[in-house]
């Protein structure tokens, strides 16, 4: 079985081999990850469509193609594999690069941990090395958070991130003294400007994920004219029923019940009521999609990903609150498979969060909108020709003018206004 590099995402149109897992020869058992793939968007680990052996790697470790392409062949256990082509010569076998631990690393001093060799070598994937090269971090002193203890993008940007910390230490240690002296005000000689941590007066260098998401929101404008309306929300009543029932569903499920499931559920049902709004452009016609699934914008620090809750319209309030706090805990630790990236038809981005009451979202590409939920106020407004107060949220949404006109977008607005505000305590979590 020939298999090809994976969508990890919608958008998304290539991957990059970061690190083989297995080496030909391998047995591989179904659903066992044998490969790792870095994008703009997350790394993933690839498992396994069958069990068998690994017989070839096409794609060496570091090696970037387009979503689609063969990287390896397995051979599927109780079939009888083809034989290659006499044209094709074999591919040699992936090895992994290797950089000599720093002395006194704990990682490397183990021979049990699964990434130190008898000879005190510890293996990195070229895009963890290529990532530490553009953050100024010694790779070798970084522990790993990975299968085995091995080290993966996110480690390094932690690092990073922690300013001059044991992995930077190591970096200065074995820098020459400068001649020079700096002025008081000057930014040491390495510290790293990034995304993440950006030093005033320097140059933040463009990551592959950063490129990406610039040329998916010019690409989005560029080609969906976008309109945008926006409507009040009364959430007095359900901002009270999430009170009342918060701590015991963390207790009971171990997930936060925060405002956005209770969004989520609002939405699908108002997409029901106005299937326009879950539908995407094509040449051909306007495709309206039979399925429901929602991505959820999440903002990381360096980065921007829209993992997908899938047939959001069977997920009961407390369903969907289970599996937001999945993906986003999975988002917060670069663990996000490529199913989970994949097949969105509509997307929720709670801006709110961060205390924002009006945004105006660039829409994910191919689909028809977007809707943001914005920070929830309490202010005095008119009730019944008196004045009280009341927990106020702004709900905005960006459409694309070929598929919707503003008739169709705000009578979607107007329904999920009625259902949010609908929402009291006592109903069915």
């Known amino acids: 079985m020939t298999i090809t590099m994976p969508q990890l995402g919608e958008t998304v149109t290539e991957g990059t081999v970061a690190q083989w897992l297995k080496k030909p020869g391998d047995a591989v058992e179904k659903y066992e990850a044998f490969v790792e793939v870095s994008t703009d968007k997350v790394n993933a680990e690839v498992p396994s469509p069958v069990s068998g052996v690994l017989r070839e790697i096409i794609c060496k470790e570091g090696e970037t193609v387009a979503t689609g392409a063969p990287i390896a062949i397995i051979d599927e256990a109780g079939v009888v594999p083809e034989p290659p082509a006499e044209t094709s010569p074999a591919a040699p076998a992936a090895v992994p690069a290797t950089v000599s631990a720093s002395n006194g690393s704990s990682n490397g001093s183990h021979g049990g941990n699964g990434v130190a060799t008898t000879s005190g070598l510890r293996r990195f994937s070229p895009a963890v090395r290529r990532l530490a090269r553009e953050h100024n971090v010694d790779v070798a002193a970084v522990s790993g958070s990975g299968t085995n203890g091995r080290v993966t993008a996110r480690d390094v940007l932690a690092a990073a991130n922690e300013g001059p910390s044991a ?27 990034t995304y993440a941590a950006p030093t005033p007066g320097t140059i933040v260098p463009l990551t592959q994920a950063r490129k990406i998401i610039a040329k998916r929101m010019v690409e989005s404008l560029a080609i969906a004219p976008h309109a945008w309306t926006m409507v009040e929300v009364d959430v007095t009543k359900l901002w009270r029923w999430r009170a009342q029932e918060k701590d015991a569903f963390l207790a009971s499920k171990g997930y936060p019940l925060t405002l956005l499931p209770f969004f989520i559920h609002a939405v699908v049902q108002a997409l029901k009521g106005q299937p326009m709004l879950n539908a995407r452009f094509t040449d051909d016609g306007i495709h309206v999609l039979g399925a429901y699934n929602i991505g959820i914008a999440i903002g990381l620090e360096t980065n921007l990903i829209v993992p997908v809750i899938r047939d959001a319209d069977t997920l009961s309030i407390g369903g969907i609150a289970v599996a937001a706090g999945k993906l986003i805990e999975k988002a917060r630790a670069g663990k996000l498979g490529a199913d989970e990236l994949g097949g969105g038809t509509f997307t929720v981005n709670n801006t709110g969060a961060n205390g924002s009451i009006l945004s105006k979202p660039i829409i994910n590409g191919g689909q028809a ?20 107060i009341r927990s106020m949220m702004n709900v905005c949404l960006s459409l694309d003018h070929r598929v919707l006109d503003g008739t169709i977008a705000n009578a979607f607005l107007a329904d999920l206004k009625k259902r949010l505000e609908a929402m009291r305590p006592g109903g069915d979590l």
């Not at 970096?171 to 390495?190: I, S």
């Not at 909108?369 to 009280?388: F, H, L, Q, W």
């Open 369 to 388: 909108g977007i809707v943001t939920m914005e920070a929830v106020v309490k202010r005095p407004v008119v009730v019944d020709d008196a004045i009280a």
């Open 167 to 193: 992995a930077m230490a190591a970096t200065l240690a074995r820098e020459p003294a400068k001649a020079t002296v700096a002025p008081a005000t000057a930014q040491p000689a390495a510290a790293a400007s």
